[in-house]
Protein backbone atom coordinates (compact mmCIF):
# COMPACT_ATOMS: atom_id res chain seq x y z
CA UNK A 1 0.00 0.00 0.00
CA UNK A 2 3.13 2.10 0.33
CA UNK A 3 4.23 1.86 -2.99
CA UNK A 4 0.51 2.55 -4.35
CA UNK A 5 0.10 6.08 -2.08
CA UNK A 6 4.20 7.04 -3.30
CA UNK A 7 2.81 6.42 -6.80
CA UNK A 8 0.01 8.68 -6.05
CA UNK A 9 2.00 11.53 -4.86
CA UNK A 10 4.59 11.14 -7.81
CA UNK A 11 1.90 11.45 -10.54
CA UNK A 12 0.61 14.15 -8.67
CA UNK A 13 3.90 16.31 -8.47
CA UNK A 14 4.72 15.16 -12.10
CA UNK A 15 1.42 16.95 -13.24
CA UNK A 16 2.53 19.98 -10.76
CA UNK A 17 5.50 20.78 -12.44
CA UNK A 18 4.17 20.08 -15.99
CA UNK A 19 1.11 22.81 -15.08
CA UNK A 20 3.60 25.59 -13.77
CA UNK A 21 6.85 25.02 -15.53
CA UNK A 22 6.13 24.24 -19.05
CA UNK A 23 3.92 26.19 -22.07
CA UNK A 24 2.04 23.12 -23.44
CA UNK A 25 1.33 22.22 -27.31
CA UNK A 26 0.45 24.52 -29.93
CA UNK A 27 -3.24 23.58 -29.03
CA UNK A 28 -2.70 25.58 -25.96
CA UNK A 29 -1.93 29.00 -28.05
CA UNK A 30 -5.13 27.83 -29.87
CA UNK A 31 -6.98 27.68 -26.85
CA UNK A 32 -5.88 31.08 -25.61
CA UNK A 33 -6.77 32.61 -29.22
CA UNK A 34 -10.48 31.26 -29.14
CA UNK A 35 -11.11 32.22 -25.72
CA UNK A 36 -10.17 35.92 -27.01
CA UNK A 37 -12.24 35.28 -30.14
CA UNK A 38 -15.26 34.54 -28.04
CA UNK A 39 -14.79 37.47 -25.93
CA UNK A 40 -14.33 39.60 -28.62
CA UNK A 41 -16.34 38.37 -30.70
CA UNK A 42 -19.04 36.77 -28.82
CA UNK A 43 -20.39 33.00 -28.85
CA UNK A 44 -21.89 32.52 -32.27
CA UNK A 45 -19.87 35.32 -33.37
CA UNK A 46 -17.29 33.70 -33.06
CA UNK A 47 -18.71 30.65 -35.16
CA UNK A 48 -19.30 32.14 -37.99
CA UNK A 49 -15.64 34.16 -37.73
CA UNK A 50 -13.55 30.91 -37.27
CA UNK A 51 -14.34 27.90 -39.59
CA UNK A 52 -12.18 26.18 -36.98
CA UNK A 53 -14.09 26.74 -34.13
CA UNK A 54 -15.26 23.04 -33.59
CA UNK A 55 -15.35 23.06 -29.54
CA UNK A 56 -19.11 22.89 -28.58
CA UNK A 57 -20.06 25.99 -26.73
CA UNK A 58 -19.92 25.29 -22.99
CA UNK A 59 -16.07 24.62 -22.86
CA UNK A 60 -15.44 26.97 -25.63
CA UNK A 61 -17.40 30.17 -23.24
CA UNK A 62 -15.58 28.67 -20.33
CA UNK A 63 -12.24 29.13 -22.07
CA UNK A 64 -13.19 33.01 -22.37
CA UNK A 65 -13.87 33.05 -19.00
CA UNK A 66 -10.66 31.45 -18.08
CA UNK A 67 -9.02 34.05 -19.56
CA UNK A 68 -10.44 36.58 -18.17
CA UNK A 69 -9.73 35.29 -15.08
CA UNK A 70 -6.20 35.06 -15.94
CA UNK A 71 -6.45 38.55 -16.58
CA UNK A 72 -7.64 39.50 -13.45
CA UNK A 73 -5.28 37.35 -11.47
CA UNK A 74 -2.39 37.72 -13.43
CA UNK A 75 -1.92 34.17 -13.76
CA UNK A 76 -1.09 32.62 -16.86
CA UNK A 77 -3.89 31.42 -18.93
CA UNK A 78 -1.67 27.92 -19.78
CA UNK A 79 -1.85 27.14 -16.19
CA UNK A 80 -5.59 27.97 -15.04
CA UNK A 81 -6.95 26.01 -18.19
CA UNK A 82 -4.90 22.77 -17.59
CA UNK A 83 -5.70 22.73 -13.99
CA UNK A 84 -8.85 21.54 -14.18
CA UNK A 85 -7.98 19.03 -16.91
CA UNK A 86 -5.36 17.80 -14.36
CA UNK A 87 -7.63 17.35 -11.73
CA UNK A 88 -10.16 15.47 -13.49
CA UNK A 89 -7.77 12.88 -14.67
CA UNK A 90 -7.44 12.62 -10.59
CA UNK A 91 -10.69 11.90 -10.68
CA UNK A 92 -10.42 9.10 -13.97
CA UNK A 93 -7.59 7.50 -11.77
CA UNK A 94 -10.50 7.29 -8.59
CA UNK A 95 -13.11 5.89 -10.45
CA UNK A 96 -10.93 3.32 -12.06
CA UNK A 97 -9.95 2.49 -8.59
CA UNK A 98 -13.86 2.60 -7.64
CA UNK A 99 -14.98 -0.17 -11.10
CA UNK A 100 -12.25 -2.29 -10.76
CA UNK A 101 -12.97 -5.51 -9.03
CA UNK A 102 -11.47 -5.50 -5.44
CA UNK A 103 -7.88 -7.64 -6.23
CA UNK A 104 -4.27 -6.89 -6.56
CA UNK A 105 -4.64 -5.99 -9.95
CA UNK A 106 -6.84 -2.98 -8.72
CA UNK A 107 -4.09 -1.15 -6.95
CA UNK A 108 -1.71 -1.54 -9.71
CA UNK A 109 -3.51 -0.64 -12.45
CA UNK A 110 -4.59 2.88 -10.95
CA UNK A 111 -0.92 3.17 -10.53
CA UNK A 112 0.07 2.54 -14.07
CA UNK A 113 -2.59 4.48 -15.35
CA UNK A 114 -2.05 7.70 -12.85
CA UNK A 115 1.79 7.28 -13.64
CA UNK A 116 1.56 7.17 -17.80
CA UNK A 117 3.24 9.20 -19.10
CA UNK A 118 0.51 9.30 -21.70
CA UNK A 119 -2.04 10.63 -18.86
CA UNK A 120 0.14 13.19 -17.34
CA UNK A 121 1.46 14.38 -20.76
CA UNK A 122 -2.30 14.69 -21.87
CA UNK A 123 -3.89 16.22 -19.10
CA UNK A 124 -1.31 18.49 -17.85
CA UNK A 125 0.99 19.06 -20.45
CA UNK A 126 -0.78 19.41 -23.69
CA UNK A 127 -3.12 21.88 -23.23
CA UNK A 128 -6.54 20.32 -24.54
CA UNK A 129 -9.90 19.15 -22.87
CA UNK A 130 -10.06 15.40 -24.01
CA UNK A 131 -9.46 14.31 -20.81
CA UNK A 132 -12.79 14.89 -20.03
CA UNK A 133 -13.96 12.56 -22.44
CA UNK A 134 -12.87 9.54 -20.07
CA UNK A 135 -13.88 10.74 -17.06
CA UNK A 136 -17.80 12.05 -18.11
CA UNK A 137 -17.97 8.14 -19.61
CA UNK A 138 -16.18 6.40 -16.31
CA UNK A 139 -18.55 8.86 -14.00
CA UNK A 140 -21.58 7.63 -16.03
CA UNK A 141 -20.96 4.55 -15.73
CA UNK A 142 -19.83 4.32 -11.99
CA UNK A 143 -23.16 6.05 -11.92
CA UNK A 144 -25.36 3.38 -13.63
CA UNK A 145 -23.64 0.75 -11.42
CA UNK A 146 -25.37 2.90 -8.24
CA UNK A 147 -28.47 2.92 -9.75
CA UNK A 148 -28.55 6.22 -10.34
CA UNK A 149 -29.39 6.20 -14.10
CA UNK A 150 -30.66 9.87 -14.31
CA UNK A 151 -27.48 11.01 -13.44
CA UNK A 152 -26.14 8.49 -15.55
CA UNK A 153 -27.64 9.94 -18.40
CA UNK A 154 -26.29 13.43 -17.55
CA UNK A 155 -23.17 12.74 -17.60
CA UNK A 156 -23.40 11.48 -20.66
CA UNK A 157 -25.12 14.63 -21.83
CA UNK A 158 -22.47 16.75 -19.70
CA UNK A 159 -19.44 15.11 -21.69
CA UNK A 160 -20.39 16.61 -24.66
CA UNK A 161 -20.56 20.15 -23.28
CA UNK A 162 -16.50 19.63 -22.90
CA UNK A 163 -16.00 17.39 -26.26
CA UNK A 164 -17.89 14.81 -28.40
CA UNK A 165 -16.43 12.00 -28.12
CA UNK A 166 -18.03 10.46 -25.48
CA UNK A 167 -21.30 9.77 -26.99
CA UNK A 168 -24.07 11.87 -28.48
CA UNK A 169 -26.80 13.94 -26.55
CA UNK A 170 -27.85 16.94 -29.01
CA UNK A 171 -30.23 18.11 -26.55
CA UNK A 172 -28.16 18.55 -23.49
CA UNK A 173 -25.78 20.50 -26.38
CA UNK A 174 -28.19 23.24 -27.70
CA UNK A 175 -29.87 24.13 -24.93
CA UNK A 176 -26.57 25.38 -22.93
CA UNK A 177 -27.54 29.46 -24.20
CA UNK A 178 -30.69 30.06 -25.61
CA UNK A 179 -28.16 31.84 -27.76
CA UNK A 180 -27.51 29.23 -30.00
CA UNK A 181 -31.25 28.44 -31.01
CA UNK A 182 -30.55 32.14 -33.24
CA UNK A 183 -28.57 30.12 -35.45
CA UNK A 184 -27.53 26.55 -34.40
CA UNK A 185 -26.63 25.62 -38.06
CA UNK A 186 -23.09 27.16 -37.81
CA UNK A 187 -22.70 25.45 -34.79
CA UNK A 188 -23.92 21.95 -35.81
CA UNK A 189 -21.62 22.62 -38.78
CA UNK A 190 -18.99 23.71 -37.13
CA UNK A 191 -19.25 21.09 -34.23
CA UNK A 192 -20.06 18.05 -35.33
CA UNK A 193 -19.19 18.13 -38.95
CA UNK A 194 -15.16 18.00 -37.98
CA UNK A 195 -13.89 14.70 -38.09
CA UNK A 196 -10.24 15.43 -37.20
CA UNK A 197 -6.89 15.61 -38.89
CA UNK A 198 -4.38 13.69 -40.86
CA UNK A 199 -1.52 14.60 -38.82
CA UNK A 200 2.21 14.83 -40.73
CA UNK A 201 5.27 16.64 -40.55
CA UNK A 202 5.89 19.87 -42.80
CA UNK A 203 7.76 16.83 -44.99
CA UNK A 204 4.46 14.87 -44.99
CA UNK A 205 5.19 11.86 -42.48
CA UNK A 206 2.07 10.36 -41.24
CA UNK A 207 1.98 10.42 -37.15
CA UNK A 208 -0.57 7.52 -37.02
CA UNK A 209 -2.91 5.19 -39.15
CA UNK A 210 -3.41 2.25 -41.53
CA UNK A 211 -1.34 4.95 -43.92
CA UNK A 212 1.54 4.69 -41.66
CA UNK A 213 1.89 0.71 -42.95
CA UNK A 214 0.92 1.26 -45.80
CA UNK A 215 3.28 3.43 -47.21
CA UNK A 216 5.97 3.98 -44.34
CA UNK A 217 6.66 0.68 -43.66
CA UNK A 218 5.78 -1.85 -47.01
CA UNK A 219 6.09 0.04 -50.25
CA UNK A 220 6.62 3.44 -50.66
CA UNK A 221 3.54 5.12 -52.43
CA UNK A 222 5.36 5.82 -55.65
CA UNK A 223 5.60 2.31 -56.73
CA UNK A 224 2.23 1.38 -56.12
CA UNK A 225 0.04 0.31 -59.40
CA UNK A 226 -2.53 2.91 -60.17
CA UNK A 227 -5.36 0.41 -59.80
CA UNK A 228 -4.64 -0.37 -56.35
CA UNK A 229 -3.21 3.22 -55.39
CA UNK A 230 -6.75 4.86 -56.18
CA UNK A 231 -9.08 2.41 -54.38
CA UNK A 232 -6.35 1.96 -51.22
CA UNK A 233 -6.83 5.98 -51.25
CA UNK A 234 -10.47 5.68 -50.73
CA UNK A 235 -10.40 3.43 -47.77
CA UNK A 236 -7.57 5.93 -46.38
CA UNK A 237 -10.19 8.95 -46.80
CA UNK A 238 -12.79 7.47 -45.37
CA UNK A 239 -10.84 5.37 -42.58
CA UNK A 240 -12.36 7.33 -40.04
CA UNK A 241 -16.09 6.34 -40.90
CA UNK A 242 -14.86 2.76 -41.32
CA UNK A 243 -12.91 2.57 -38.09
CA UNK A 244 -16.55 4.00 -36.12
CA UNK A 245 -18.61 1.32 -37.92
CA UNK A 246 -15.87 -0.91 -36.90
CA UNK A 247 -16.83 0.46 -33.24
CA UNK A 248 -20.84 0.27 -33.62
CA UNK A 249 -20.63 -3.19 -34.74
CA UNK A 250 -18.12 -4.46 -31.70
CA UNK A 251 -20.64 -2.97 -28.97
CA UNK A 252 -23.87 -4.44 -30.89
CA UNK A 253 -21.97 -8.09 -30.55
CA UNK A 254 -20.88 -7.41 -27.21
CA UNK A 255 -24.41 -5.61 -26.29
CA UNK A 256 -25.30 -9.11 -23.56
CA UNK A 257 -22.14 -7.99 -21.74
CA UNK A 258 -24.01 -5.74 -19.15
CA UNK A 259 -21.59 -5.82 -15.91
CA UNK A 260 -19.75 -2.17 -15.46
CA UNK A 261 -16.00 -3.45 -15.87
CA UNK A 262 -17.31 -5.49 -19.04
CA UNK A 263 -18.80 -2.43 -20.63
CA UNK A 264 -15.55 -0.83 -19.54
CA UNK A 265 -13.74 -3.03 -21.80
CA UNK A 266 -16.00 -2.91 -24.65
CA UNK A 267 -15.33 1.10 -24.18
CA UNK A 268 -11.70 0.29 -24.79
CA UNK A 269 -12.36 -2.20 -27.36
CA UNK A 270 -13.90 0.40 -28.93
CA UNK A 271 -11.92 2.97 -28.51
CA UNK A 272 -9.04 0.74 -29.57
CA UNK A 273 -10.54 0.04 -32.92
CA UNK A 274 -11.19 3.64 -33.91
CA UNK A 275 -7.34 4.34 -33.26
CA UNK A 276 -6.16 0.82 -35.20
CA UNK A 277 -8.65 1.83 -38.18
CA UNK A 278 -8.18 5.60 -38.78
CA UNK A 279 -5.59 7.82 -40.12
CA UNK A 280 -7.78 11.03 -38.68
CA UNK A 281 -5.79 11.33 -35.19
CA UNK A 282 -4.06 14.01 -32.68
CA UNK A 283 -2.08 13.52 -29.45
CA UNK A 284 -4.58 13.83 -26.86
CA UNK A 285 -6.71 10.96 -28.15
CA UNK A 286 -5.17 8.51 -26.53
CA UNK A 287 -6.95 10.45 -23.50
CA UNK A 288 -10.41 9.25 -24.68
CA UNK A 289 -9.45 5.04 -23.92
CA UNK A 290 -6.32 5.43 -21.65
CA UNK A 291 -8.86 4.21 -18.36
CA UNK A 292 -10.67 2.08 -20.20
CA UNK A 293 -7.82 -0.49 -21.24
CA UNK A 294 -7.09 -1.02 -17.42
CA UNK A 295 -10.31 -3.71 -17.78
CA UNK A 296 -8.90 -5.89 -20.58
CA UNK A 297 -6.62 -8.27 -20.02
CA UNK A 298 -3.24 -7.19 -18.30
CA UNK A 299 -0.72 -8.38 -21.58
CA UNK A 300 -2.92 -5.93 -23.86
CA UNK A 301 -3.77 -2.80 -21.40
CA UNK A 302 -0.06 -2.81 -20.42
CA UNK A 303 1.71 -2.89 -23.79
CA UNK A 304 -1.19 -0.34 -25.28
CA UNK A 305 -0.29 2.08 -22.25
CA UNK A 306 3.44 1.55 -22.43
CA UNK A 307 3.49 1.98 -26.51
CA UNK A 308 1.28 5.09 -26.19
CA UNK A 309 3.42 6.63 -23.20
CA UNK A 310 6.64 5.67 -24.95
CA UNK A 311 5.42 7.31 -28.52
CA UNK A 312 3.83 10.64 -27.02
CA UNK A 313 6.81 10.88 -24.71
CA UNK A 314 9.49 10.65 -27.76
CA UNK A 315 7.25 13.00 -29.83
CA UNK A 316 6.81 15.67 -26.97
CA UNK A 317 10.85 15.56 -26.26
CA UNK A 318 11.41 15.96 -29.98
CA UNK A 319 9.02 18.61 -30.46
CA UNK A 320 9.75 20.77 -26.64
CA UNK A 321 13.92 19.94 -27.46
CA UNK A 322 14.83 18.56 -24.32
CA UNK A 323 13.15 15.43 -22.31
CA UNK A 324 11.91 18.02 -19.44
CA UNK A 325 9.57 19.38 -22.07
CA UNK A 326 10.91 23.06 -21.29
CA UNK A 327 10.53 25.48 -24.02
CA UNK A 328 8.62 26.53 -26.92
CA UNK A 329 6.96 23.47 -29.01
CA UNK A 330 8.02 23.37 -32.34
CA UNK A 331 6.25 20.52 -34.31
CA UNK A 332 7.06 22.38 -38.00
CA UNK A 333 10.57 22.69 -36.72
CA UNK A 334 11.27 19.23 -37.38
CA UNK A 335 9.81 17.72 -40.95
CA UNK A 336 11.21 14.67 -40.82
CA UNK A 337 10.98 11.94 -37.30
CA UNK A 338 14.52 9.98 -36.17
CA UNK A 339 14.83 6.47 -36.56
CA UNK A 340 13.95 5.93 -33.05
CA UNK A 341 10.14 7.81 -33.35
CA UNK A 342 9.69 5.79 -36.30
CA UNK A 343 10.37 2.60 -34.70
CA UNK A 344 7.77 3.45 -32.01
CA UNK A 345 5.63 4.91 -33.84
CA UNK A 346 4.88 1.44 -36.18
CA UNK A 347 5.14 -0.47 -33.46
CA UNK A 348 1.70 1.13 -31.84
CA UNK A 349 0.10 2.06 -35.14
CA UNK A 350 0.68 -2.36 -35.74
CA UNK A 351 -0.16 -2.98 -32.00
CA UNK A 352 -3.56 -1.28 -32.29
CA UNK A 353 -4.53 -2.46 -35.92
CA UNK A 354 -3.64 -6.14 -34.95
CA UNK A 355 -5.49 -5.24 -31.73
CA UNK A 356 -8.66 -3.88 -32.89
CA UNK A 357 -8.71 -6.96 -36.01
CA UNK A 358 -8.77 -9.03 -33.04
CA UNK A 359 -11.51 -7.65 -30.86
CA UNK A 360 -13.54 -7.58 -33.60
CA UNK A 361 -12.77 -11.23 -34.61
CA UNK A 362 -12.68 -12.44 -31.43
CA UNK A 363 -16.54 -10.92 -31.11
CA UNK A 364 -17.58 -12.39 -33.64
CA UNK A 365 -16.49 -15.89 -32.99
CA UNK A 366 -17.79 -15.92 -29.24
CA UNK A 367 -21.39 -16.40 -27.68
CA UNK A 368 -22.66 -12.35 -26.48
CA UNK A 369 -23.35 -14.31 -22.98
CA UNK A 370 -22.90 -11.96 -19.93
CA UNK A 371 -20.57 -12.88 -17.13
CA UNK A 372 -21.26 -11.67 -13.41
CA UNK A 373 -18.37 -10.05 -11.69
CA UNK A 374 -15.87 -10.67 -14.04
CA UNK A 375 -12.14 -10.55 -13.25
CA UNK A 376 -10.64 -7.57 -15.69
CA UNK A 377 -7.80 -9.98 -16.79
CA UNK A 378 -10.33 -12.19 -17.94
CA UNK A 379 -12.20 -9.73 -19.91
CA UNK A 380 -12.10 -9.04 -23.38
Known sequence: ?????????????????????????????????????????????????????????????????????????????????????????AANAWLLFLLLPENRWRLCATACYWLSPAAILISAYHGNTDTAVAFFLLLSVWLATNKQIVSSGAALGASLWVKLPGILALPALLIFLPALIQDYKVVCTNVFGYRGLILQTAEGVPLWGPSVLLFSTLVPVQAWPEKYLRSTLFVLEHSSSIAIAAMLVLSWLRRNRTSPQEVCATIGMAYAVLFGFSDYWAFQYFAWALPFWFFLRWWYSIP????????????????CGNGWLLGKWHFLGHPALPSLVLVIRNLAVSFFFIGACAFLIRAFRRQPVSISAPEPMKDG
Open 304 to 319: AVSLTSAYLYSLHWLF
Open 1 to 89: MTAFWSAMVIGAALRAYCLVFTNGTSDMDDWEDHAQQVHDRGLIGYYHANAFANHPPFISKAGSLILQMSAATHIPFRILFRTPFAFLD
